[in-house]
């Protein structure tokens, strides 16, 4: 099976944003929870992320 790699997806996955940020996905849960963040996709149940937007947002941030 091909997989992309996640710089080449536009959305990922809570667990490969975890992979790819190293906040843990329980951490990722948590925020998205909490927060209305710009970088979330929603899909019907699914949650995705969309990466740029996501990369964007952890460059400009000092603390999870």
Do not use: M, V
Request: proline share 2%; no cysteine; net charge positive.
């Amino acid at each position: 099976k091909h997989r992309t790699p996640f710089w080449e997806k536009h959305t990922l996955t809570i667990q490969e944003a975890a992979a790819h940020s190293g906040i843990s996905d329980k951490t990722l849960r948590n925020r998205i929870k909490e927060q209305d963040y710009d970088f979330i996709l929603k899909l019907g149940t699914k949650t995705l992320i969309k990466r740029k937007k996501f990369e964007k947002f952890l460059e400009e941030t000092d603390a999870i």
